[in-house]
């Protein structure tokens, strides 16, 4: 007769065993979805730094080779900055020294990819002065 009622009794223990790992294999789950995000958005941002400091060499180009100080829209198309659209802007000053004339250019440029506000917008801004003093 108390075999009778201890019947079941083990029941009780393994739900909340069953229960408990569960929810550690949500916990774990969402833990490794969480690290692949950040691992992505990491890589984003490096890709977005490397595009905005493409707009400034290619400024800086402008500048002192061609000597046009112009804001301008430059999209990337190759290898791991397809998809990023830089605007630069240019300003020049020009400032004596001694007989020489020199031109200091400011360029800041601003990359981004993807719609402001989704999960995998992506932008920097970066400003470097330069100058042709030789």
């Known amino acids: 007769m ?6 079941g009794i083990s029941l009780v223990p393994a739900l909340f065993l069953l229960i408990v790992l569960a929810a550690l294999g949500v916990v774990a ?8 995000q950040t691992v992505v958005l990491a890589m984003q941002s490096a890709r977005a730094f490397s595009a905005a400091r493409a ?10 080779v061609n ?4 804001n ?10 397809n998809g990023f659209t830089v605007d630069t802007s240019c300003s020049v000053t020009s400032h004596s020294e001694g ?3 020199v031109s200091v250019y400011t ?13 995998d917008y992506v932008s920097r801004r970066i400003r470097s ?3 042709d003093a030789g």
């Not at 789950?29 to 692949?36: C, K, P």
């Not at 000597?67 to 112009?70: E, P, Q």
């Not at 360029?107 to 999960?119: D, H, K, L, N």
């Open 129 to 131: 002065t330069i100058t």
């Open 72 to 81: 301008a829209t430059i999209t990337l198309t190759e290898a791991g900055l």
């Open 107 to 119: 360029i800041e440029s601003f990359a981004r990819s993807g719609a402001y506000g989704t999960p």
């Open 2 to 7: 108390n075999r009778k009622l201890q019947r």
């Open 67 to 70: 000597g046009s100080c112009a």
């Open 99 to 101: 007989p020489q004339t």
């Open 29 to 36: 789950v969402r833990l490794s979805a969480v690290q692949s």
């Open 55 to 64: 707009g400034i060499d290619w400024s800086a180009y402008q500048a002192l």
